[in-house]
């Protein structure tokens, strides 16, 4: 088997991975605050951390696999101020906090089906271990690391020795990115919020009981006290967009080394922006965010058109979004089926010289980019088709470009295929109105539409 190399956040370079067990990875990936729909910026880091995933299993590891849904606690201003941003999400829809974070939540694993991302294994919410993360501040207090505000109980960063550690940042520099908010009560700028109390005078939908009054908990020590839980003795990789290296992670370190005293997780792993309008992040606090259904499937592109698009640049690489970008993904795509067909529907062997390429590319720190040329290569080595073809769709197992699933379809005209992919999106939406009008339009055209469980079967009548 190929090494395989990471690039290490915590150590600003490309190590060897060494996982704590022997044969299985815990790989921990923060999820989304649930108060919005996830943008495409979101979207890029989930792919990014699902190739990951595919790496790892591609690579013999079994995946035990963690994602937070941040339901409660993470406040507008980053760090410590500000409202509750699913209070102010069930204010905006006159809805509350529950059902702002249910429906959100739901919209993000429809989201993963359509972009073929692979579920975790364990799906946490913030408010279902509040015990948990209580449990954490008492021993962070009994360490004393923490102390007392009038809105809080806050960590006090000058105690945790190697603060820094994550974004090598010096701590003059880490103390001006955290000055932006003004916090008089605060000992050190970087100081955070482990537990908010709720304002006397006004209830929050969200609260609970703790030792030092009635509140709810900081945004960070979910993912430090979710984390142990589920992975204490694996604690191998942890996943998020850069900007979660400064502050979220940087905390999550701090709380989490403060209380076991422990090295928490080997391996920090960060995917870069995906910007919009020359080098602007795509954020959800900026209304500029486009989701996956206004910036594809309602102009009837594929989703995967997107996941294809993002298997372009290498994830540490900043991302430009553009309209024509898509479009040219789209042709990128549909090219690579038409070759695929060209194949033939007959399985050989998987070609060992293209695996090994394949290999050495997807170990190098994801170097998908890489892979889609060897892929390119493989289409037009001097190969029989059905070795071609068995090589290809073992490569899929990483891409996620569903292309097996593409090949079994018979090869419909323009017009019906698009209509025949709507009605897949609608069905994956559960929008089964519109799913049957568009059942009308097909067969209107002279074709017969059977739904099974692997999908819809089109055929001429
Ligand atoms: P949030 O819901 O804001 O906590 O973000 C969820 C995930 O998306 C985190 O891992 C963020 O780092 C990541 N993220 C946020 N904005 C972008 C962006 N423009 N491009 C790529 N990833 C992003
Ligand atoms: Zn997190």
Same mark, same amino acid.
């Given at each position: 088997?190929?090494?395989?190399?990471?690039?290490?956040?915590?150590?600003?370079?490309?190590?060897?991975?060494?996982?704590?067990?022997?044969?299985?990875?815990?790989?921990?990936?923060?999820?989304?605050?649930?108060?919005?729909?996830?943008?495409?910026?979101?979207?890029?880091?989930?792919?990014? +951390?699902?190739?990951?995933?595919?790496?790892?299993?591609?690579?013999?590891?079994?995946?035990?696999?963690?994602?937070?849904?941040?339901?409660?606690?993470?406040?507008?201003?980053?760090?410590?101020?500000?409202?509750?941003?699913?209070?102010?999400?069930?204010?905006?829809?006159?809805?509350?906090?529950?059902?702002?974070?249910?429906?959100?939540?739901?919209?993000?694993?429809?989201?993963?089906?359509?972009?073929?991302?692979? &579920?975790?294994?364990?799906?946490?919410?913030?408010?279902?271990?509040?015990? +948990?993360?209580?449990?954490?501040?008492?021993?962070? &207090?009994?360490?004393?690391?923490?102390?007392?505000?009038?809105?809080?109980?806050?960590?006090?960063?000058?105690?945790?020795?190697?603060?820094?550690?994550?974004? =090598?940042?010096?701590?003059?520099?880490?103390?001006?990115? #955290?000055?932006?908010? %003004?916090?008089?009560?605060?000992?050190?700028?970087?100081?955070?919020?482990?537990?908010?109390?709720? =304002?006397?005078?006004?209830?929050?939908?969200?609260?609970?009981?703790?030792?030092?009054? *009635?509140?709810?908990?900081?945004?960070?020590?979910?993912?430090?006290?979710?984390?142990?839980?589920?992975?204490?003795?694996?604690?191998?990789? =942890?996943?998020?967009?850069?900007?979660?290296?400064? %502050?979220?992670?940087?905390?999550?370190?701090?709380?989490?080394?403060?209380?076991?005293?422990?090295?928490?997780?080997?391996?920090?792993?960060?995917? #870069?922006?995906?910007? %919009?309008?020359?080098?602007?992040?795509?954020?959800?606090?900026?209304?500029?965010?486009?989701?996956?259904?206004?910036?594809?499937?309602?102009?009837? %592109?594929?989703?995967?058109?997107?996941?294809?698009?993002?298997?372009?640049?290498?994830?540490?690489?900043?991302?430009?979004?553009?309209?024509?970008? *898509?479009?040219?993904?789209?042709?990128?795509?549909?090219?690579?089926?038409?070759?695929?067909?060209?194949?033939?529907?007959?399985?050989?062997?998987?070609?060992?010289?293209?695996?090994?390429?394949?290999?050495?590319?997807?170990?190098? /720190?994801?170097?998908?980019?890489?892979?889609?040329?060897?892929?390119?290569?493989?289409?037009?080595?001097?190969?029989?088709?059905?070795?071609?073809?068995?090589?290809?769709? /073992?490569?899929?197992?990483?891409?996620?470009?569903?292309?097996?699933?593409?090949?079994?379809?018979?090869?419909?005209? /323009?017009?019906?295929?698009?209509?025949? /992919?709507?009605?897949?999106?609608?069905?994956?939406?559960?929008?089964?109105?519109?799913?049957?009008?568009?059942?009308?339009?097909?067969?209107?055209?002279?074709?017969?539409?059977?739904?099974?469980?692997?999908?819809?079967?089109?055929?001429?009548?």
């Amino acid at each position: 088997m190929n090494k395989l190399y990471f690039y290490n956040t915590l150590t600003r370079k490309k190590e060897i991975f060494k996982s704590i067990k022997k044969s299985e990875v815990g790989l921990y990936t923060c999820g989304p605050t649930v108060y919005n729909f996830a943008h495409i910026g979101n979207l890029r880091t989930y792919i990014f +951390e699902d190739i990951l995933n595919r790496v790892l299993f591609y690579n013999n590891y079994k995946v035990k696999r963690v994602m937070n849904i941040t339901d409660v606690g993470h406040l507008s201003g980053d760090q410590n101020m500000g409202e509750d941003k699913l209070e102010k999400g069930a204010k905006r829809e006159n809805k509350t906090t529950w059902e702002i974070a249910e429906f959100y939540t739901e919209a993000l694993k429809n989201d993963f089906k359509l972009l073929n991302i692979l &579920e975790p294994n364990i799906w946490c919410k913030a408010t279902d271990y509040i015990k +948990e993360q209580i449990d954490l501040i008492k021993i962070l &207090e009994k360490k004393n690391y923490t102390y007392k505000t009038s809105d809080g109980i806050y960590y006090d960063t000058s105690k945790f020795k190697d603060y820094n550690k994550l974004s =090598h940042l010096d701590l003059d520099t880490l103390r001006e990115g #955290a000055r932006i908010e %003004i916090n008089i009560e605060k000992k050190n700028p970087t100081d955070f919020a482990l537990w908010k109390f709720s =304002h006397k005078d006004s209830k929050r939908q969200m609260e609970w009981d703790s030792p030092w009054g *009635i509140g709810f908990p900081g945004w960070h020590i979910e993912c430090s006290a979710m984390s142990l839980k589920f992975l204490a003795d694996q604690l191998d990789i =942890h996943c998020g967009g850069i900007d979660h290296i400064n %502050i979220h992670h940087t905390n999550e370190i701090a709380q989490s080394e403060g209380a076991t005293g422990k090295k928490f997780f080997n391996y920090w792993m960060h995917g #870069a922006f995906l910007n %919009i309008e020359g080098g602007k992040k795509m954020a959800k606090s900026e209304e500029n965010f486009l989701t996956l259904e206004n910036a594809l499937i309602k102009q009837g %592109i594929n989703p995967l058109v997107y996941r294809f698009l993002a298997l372009q640049v290498h994830y540490r690489k900043p991302m430009e979004y553009s309209q024509e970008g *898509i479009k040219n993904a789209q042709k990128g795509l549909n090219h690579l089926y038409n070759q695929v067909m060209e194949l033939g529907k007959e399985k050989g062997e998987v070609d060992n010289n293209f695996k090994k390429k394949f290999l050495e590319a997807i170990n190098d /720190d994801l170097n998908m980019p890489q892979v889609l040329g060897v892929v390119q290569e493989l289409l037009k080595a001097n190969l029989v088709n059905k070795d071609k073809l068995k090589t290809i769709l /073992d490569f899929d197992k990483v891409l996620g470009l569903r292309i097996e699933e593409n090949l079994m379809q018979e090869k419909f005209l /323009d017009q019906v295929q698009k209509l025949i /992919d709507l009605r897949k999106l609608a069905r994956d939406k559960k929008e089964f109105i519109k799913s049957d009008e568009l059942r009308i339009e097909i067969e209107k055209l002279g074709y017969n539409i059977k739904d099974t469980k692997d999908g819809q079967i089109v055929k001429k009548i």
